[in-house]
C-alpha cells in the first residue's frame, strides 16, 4: 500500500520536453506572423512609390546597368588582378641581352642580342624624331589618361569605312603596356589587361618617362629594340643626329618594323616615311615647307653588306658575357680581348689556304685561335665563310687531333718518371685486336722520346699509354685545358678522342706560359648602360693555376721546340723566332692540324671538311703549318719577342742532341756519335736528315730478310728502364 511507483521519473522528462516543443512552435507561428504582416505593410507603402511610363523605363535601365556594372566590375576585377601581378615582378629588366662589343684597343666591333640602347635621354632626341613618333602613332598622348577613347572610335570608324585595318586605336601608352607585360595574341582578355595596364602606367609614370620608356622598348626591325638602336643600325649614327627624313623613316618602322624595314623593302620604307611626314603636318607639328626637303630627299640606309665584324668571335663572346654577368642589366658593354688586326690575318691567311689548294687537296674548311700565353683569345676563326655558315668549328666542333694530342701523352711521361732522353723501343706492338704503325710503315727501334715525338712516332705513346695508364693521360689533358670527352680507348695516345680547337690552343698555351692553366677568354670587361663596371677579369677570373711542374715544361719545351726545326712542321718555322708545337693528322687524312706557339702567342689550326670526308692526303705539316706560320709571321712583325719558358736561344734549340742517327739505330748500324755539336743551324740539321734518310734507306733494306722486332703489349717499357737505356738528363 506504501510502494511508489517506479515509473514517476520517466513521466516527468516527458512532460519537461513537451514543454520545450510547445514553446518552440508557439514561437514561430508569431514570428512568421510578424514578418508576414510586416511585410504586407511594406508592400502597402512601396505602391505608393510604383511608376509608369518613361519614369518606371528609366528606373529599370538604371538598375539593369547597376546590376551588370557590378557583374562587369567584378568581372574586370577578374582580369586586372592577373594584369596587375606582372607589374610586381622586375618588369625593366628584358630576357634578353643587348651587347655592344668592344675590342682590346676599346673601339666598336660589333653587337649581339637584340640591339637595344637606353642611353639617350629624351631630352637629347631631336623634336621632329619625337614629333614624327607622336603625329603617327597617337596624336593626343598628352591629353588621355592612357586610353584614348576618341582615337578609338575614330579608329573604328576609318577602319569600318575602309572595310579593312587601316588605322590602330592603340594609345602609345597602350602599346608601351603590351610590349612589357603582354603577347601579341589578339584575344579580348589581353585587351582589358592591356587597358589597366595601362592605366597603372599612367597613375606610376609621367608622360615623359612614358615615352621615352616606349621609344627604347619598341621593336624596329633587324633585331633592333629603341629609336637608338635602329637609327645606329640603319644610318650608322646616333638618334641624336638623324636628319628629318630619317627621323620620319624611323617613326614609320612602329607600325610594321618587318614591312617597312629600308633593308627589307627601302621603296616600301620611303613611302611609309612620306606618309609619316603627312601625318606631322595634318597633326599640326610642322608645316608642308618644313618637310619638303625630306620628301624631296628621302633616307638612304647604310650598306651593312660589307660588315668584317669578327662574327664568330662575337657569337663566342655573347655567350660569355651572359654567362658572366646574368641578371640585373640586360644591356651592356663589353670589353674584349680581340684584335682587329690579327683577325683580319688569320681570316685572309685560311681563306689563302682554301682558295690556293682547296679543290686539289679536297679540304672545304678550316678553323684558327689564336691565343696570348695567359688564354686571352685575340683571333677566332670558325669557318672559311660566315656569311655562308655560322656554325663556328672553333668552339663547338670536335674533331680527331691525330698526333697533335701526343704531346699531353708525353707530359704525362715526364710527370712519372721519363725524360727528353728516355729509350723506347720504336717495335710492332699490338693491344686485343689493334697494331698501331708508323706514318712510314716502318720501325727504328729504341729510340729517345725526344727523337719519338719530334719524328711523330706512333707506337712510342701507345707504349707509354700502357705503362702509365690512361687514366694519367685523360687527367693531364684535363688539367691542361680539354673539355670533350676523352676515351679510354687503346687509341686515345694517337688522339682518337675529337677535341675543340679553342681547347688546343688553351692546352698548348700551358707551355708558352710555363706550366700555368690557360682558359681561353674573350671579355676583359663588362660595363651597364650607366657605366657601372659589374666584370673585370683582372678582379673577377680566377687567379692563374700551376697544372705542370717546371721540371716538365721544361723538359717538353725542349722536345717541342725542335719539331720546326727538323721534325715534322719545318713549314711552321719563322725566321728569327723561336717555334714550338706540333703536327696532328687523322686516319684517312680527314682532320689535319697545327698547334704551335712562341714566348708571345699559341695557335691552333685545323683543316678538314665538315662531311668528315678525307683530304686529299694532307698532313698537319703541310697546309696547317703553312697557313700557321702565315698568320704567326704577321703576329711576330714589330713586337718584343719573349723567350719561350726553359728553353735557351735559337743557337740551342738543339742542345744535347747528339748520335742523332745513333738514337735512332742504337744497335751500332750507324754510328754518328760525336759528329753533332751541341748546337746546330737549320741547314745543318737538314743535311744531316738527308744523311740520315740514306743510311735509312741502306739499312732497312739489309733488315729487310731479318725477322722484325716484336713486343709484347702485356710488357710496357718502365720509367727506370727507360732512364737505364737513354742518355743523362739534358742540361736545361
Not at 720546326?564 to 708545337?581: E, F, L, M, N, Y
Not at 718584343?640 to 742523332?660: H, T
Request: hydrophobic share 40%; charged share 20%; aromatic share 8%.
Amino acid at each position: 500500500m506504501n510502494e511508489q511507483p517506479k515509473n514517476r521519473k520517466p513521466h516527468r522528462l516527458r512532460y519537461f520536453f513537451l514543454g520545450i516543443d510547445a514553446w518552440l512552435d508557439t514561437t514561430l507561428y508569431r514570428t512568421g506572423e510578424t514578418l508576414r504582416t510586416r511585410w504586407d505593410a511594406f508592400n502597402v507603402w512601396m505602391r505608393r512609390w510604383q511608376l509608369s511610363g518613361v519614369s518606371r523605363l528609366f528606373i529599370e535601365l538604371v538598375s539593369d546597368a547597376a546590376t551588370f556594372g557590378t557583374l562587369g566590375s567584378v568581372l574586370a576585377l577578374a582580369l586586372a588582378l592577373p594584369a596587375f601581378e606582372s607589374t610586381e615582378t622586375d618588369w625593366r629588366t628584358r630576357t634578353d641581352y643587348s651587347i655592344t662589343f668592344l675590342d682590346r684597343f676599346g673601339n666598336e666591333v660589333g653587337k649581339r642580342g637584340i640591339l637595344q640602347n637606353d642611353t639617350v635621354p629624351l631630352e637629347e632626341i631631336p623634336d621632329y624624331a619625337i614629333k614624327a613618333a607622336l603625329a603617327t602613332e597617337d596624336r593626343r598622348f598628352y591629353d588621355h589618361f592612357g586610353i584614348d577613347i576618341l582615337g578609338t572610335i575614330r579608329a573604328i570608324v576609318e577602319n569600318a569605312r575602309a572595310n579593312t585595318v587601316v588605322q590602330g586605336g592603340s594609345s602609345i601608352t597602350q602599346q608601351l603596356a603590351k610590349n612589357l607585360f603582354l603577347s601579341n595574341e589578339r584575344t579580348l582578355e589581353r585587351k582589358i589587361r592591356e587597358a589597366f595596364l595601362s592605366i597603372w602606367l599612367e597613375v606610376n609614370f609621367s608622360k615623359n618617362e612614358i615615352l621615352k620608356l616606349y621609344l627604347d622598348r619598341a621593336y624596329m626591325g633587324g633585331g633592333t629594340f629603341g629609336i637608338e638602336a635602329a637609327a645606329q643600325y640603319y644610318f650608322g649614327k646616333s638618334v641624336r643626329d638623324v636628319t628629318l627624313a630619317e627621323a620620319a623613316m624611323l617613326a614609320g618602322l612602329f607600325k610594321a618594323p618587318t614591312k617597312y624595314a629600308p633593308h627589307n623593302d627601302l621603296a616600301a620604307a620611303r613611302a611609309r616615311a612620306n606618309e609619316v611626314l603627312t601625318n606631322m603636318v595634318e597633326a599640326g607639328f610642322m608645316t608642308e615647307g618644313q618637310v619638303v626637303a625630306a620628301r624631296r630627299n628621302p633616307a638612304s640606309p647604310i650598306d651593312r653588306l660589307d660588315d668584317d665584324a669578327p662574327n664568330y668571335f662575337l657569337d663566342w663572346a655573347f655567350e660569355e658575357a651572359k654567362r658572366l654577368a646574368p641578371g640585373g642589366d640586360r644591356i651592356l658593354f663589353a670589353r674584349t680581348t680581340a684584335d682587329r688586326n690579327l683577325q683580319k690575318e688569320a681570316e685572309n691567311a685560311l681563306e689563302s689556304t682554301l682558295r690556293q689548294f682547296g679543290r686539289a687537296s679536297h679540304v672545304g674548311q678550316g678553323a684558327i685561335v689564336l691565343v696570348e700565353p695567359d688564354g686571352a683569345v685575340r683571333a677566332m676563326v670558325g669557318g672559311r665563310d660566315y656569311g655562308e655558315s655560322v656554325f663556328n668549328r672553333a668552339t663547338a666542333s670536335e674533331r680527331q687531333p691525330g698526333s697533335s694530342f701526343k704531346p699531353f701523352v708525353y707530359t704525362t711521361a715526364m710527370m712519372n718518371g721519363y725524360n727528353p732522353n728516355s729509350v723506347v723501343p720504336d717495335a710492332p706492338i699490338t693491344i686485343g685486336n689493334w697494331s698501331p704503325k708508323n706514318y712510314g710503315r716502318s720501325y727504328a727501334g729504341r729510340v729517345t722520346l725526344t727523337t719519338a715525338l719530334v719524328k711523330s712516332i706512333n707506337t712510342v705513346p701507345v707504349r707509354l699509354g700502357v705503362a702509365m695508364g690512361r687514366d694519367k693521360i685523360i687527367e693531364t689533358a684535363r688539367k691542361m685545358g680539354l673539355t670533350s670527352p676523352l676515351t679510354r680507348d687503346p687509341t686515345l695516345a694517337l688522339g682518337s678522342s675529337g677535341v675543340k680547337v679553342i681547347d688546343m690552343a688553351g692546352a698548348y698555351a700551358t707551355f708558352a706560359n710555363g706550366g700555368f692553366k690557360a682558359t681561353p677568354y674573350g671579355i676583359t670587361e663588362i660595363r651597364t648602360s650607366k657605366g657601372d663596371v659589374i666584370y673585370d677579369h683582372a678582379r673577377d677570373a680566377p687567379k692563374p693555376e700551376r697544372v705542370l711542374p717546371e721540371e716538365t715544361v721544361a723538359a717538353m719545351n725542349s722536345i717541342l721546340v725542335q719539331i720546326p726545326v727538323w721534325g715534322t712542321a719545318r713549314r711552321a718555322a719563322i725566321d728569327g723566332v723561336q717555334v714550338g708545337g706540333k703536327t696532328g693528322t687523322t686516319q684517312a687524312y680527314r682532320d689535319a692540324w697545327f698547334i704551335g706557339f712562341t714566348g708571345n702567342y699559341c695557335a691552333a689550326v685545323w683543316l678538314g671538311n665538315d662531311d668528315y670526308t678525307s683530304t686529299n692526303r694532307i698532313t698537319g705539316g703541310s697546309l696547317p703549318a703553312q697557313t700557321w706560320q702565315q698568320v704567326m709571321k704577321f703576329a711576330h712583325a714589330n713586337v718584343d719577342l719573349k723567350p719561350i719558358p726553359y728553353v735557351g736561344s735559337d743557337g740551342q734549340i738543339l742542345r744535347k742532341k747528339k748520335q742523332v742517327v745513333a738514337t735512332l739505330y742504337p744497335d751500332g748500324q750507324a754510328t754518328i756519335s760525336s759528329a753533332v755539336p751541341l748546337s746546330l743551324s737549320s741547314e745543318s740539321v737538314a743535311v744531316i736528315e738527308h744523311i740520315e734518310t740514306l743510311m735509312r734507306g741502306a739499312i732497312e733494306s739489309a733488315a729487310n730478310d731479318a725477322a722484325p722486332i716484336r713486343q709484347s703489349a702485356a710488357a710496357p717499357i718502365s720509367p727506370a728502364e727507360a732512364a737505364k737505356a737513354g742518355e743523362p738528363n739534358p742540361v736545361r
